[in-house]
């Protein structure tokens, strides 16, 4: 069993539209949790973190924590085309000093 | 503010040649940094990890090879290539929120 799992996609929304990405893991005891967006030919770049569960906002993101269901997930409202990129979640080990990650999820959104 | 560098961004290389790609971080001090490789539309996929100076943890069995000689430098060898070594190759750092990455090197092994 992987320890961080992502649907790969792609998952394709019309522009305006809101679109859900959902990750799972499977260490109980992980602490913080990453969203990073990554453009195709380019490296990671830091979207999103959550410690807490519930939920996070941040402009047209919204990040989702639920650690009884070792779940957290990412919202994107208003989509754009922009947005098209593959996003990819990342859970830090007990010592915060490890981030394990997802295959990572391809987001198409089109105009 | 902290950055970090990585070079060469591309780097076409023949089977058997050896390597090595660098990364350096700047406005830190004893960072923990990190090598990773992306093969074409795969996760990525770590391979070292670094807490100090001459201190490397390798987590893939590989004919690759990391060093830290200095605090901020943190450099990726590999004596003889292979074909299966081609990939995107990333160095971050852990920062006070998660990974920063550097721009990455692509190597293509002919």
């Known amino acids: 069993q992987k320890e961080v799992e992502q649907n790969s996609g792609p998952l394709s929304v019309p522009e305006g539209a809101i679109a859900s990405l959902n990750c799972t893991y499977s260490?109980?005891?992980?602490?913080?949790f990453f969203w990073y967006r990554q453009y195709s030919g380019k490296s990671p770049e830091l979207i999103m973190f959550?410690?807490?569960?519930g939920d996070k906002e941040d402009g047209r993101f919204t990040a989702q924590l639920n650690k009884a269901s070792q779940y957290v997930s990412l919202l994107i409202r208003d989509s754009q085309p922009s947005d098209s990129a593959t996003y990819l979640c990342?859970?830090?080990?007990?010592?915060?000093?490890?981030?394990?990650f997802g295959g990572g999820t391809r987001l198409m959104v089109k105009p | 503010s902290q950055t970090i560098h990585q070079w060469p961004a591309t780097l076409v290389q023949p089977v058997g040649s050896p390597l090595s790609l660098e990364c350096t971080v700047e406005?830190?001090?004893?960072?923990?940094l990190y090598w990773y490789r992306q093969a074409a539309g795969r996760g990525l996929q770590l391979l070292f990890y670094s807490v100090g100076i001459g201190q490397i943890s390798s987590e893939v069995p590989q004919n690759l090879s990391a060093s830290r000689p200095q605090d901020r430098q943190f450099i990726l060898s590999s004596k003889k290539l292979l074909l299966s070594d081609s990939g995107f190759y990333l160095c971050?750092?852990?920062?006070?929120?998660?990974?920063?990455f550097g721009s990455g090197t692509r190597l293509t092994v002919v």
């Open positions: 959550i410690y807490s569960n």
């Open positions: 990342a859970v830090n080990n007990n010592a915060g000093n490890m981030l394990t």
């Open positions: 406005g830190t001090s004893n960072p923990n």
């Open positions: 971050a750092w852990i920062a006070p929120y998660g990974y920063t």
């Open positions: 260490d109980r005891g992980s602490q913080s």
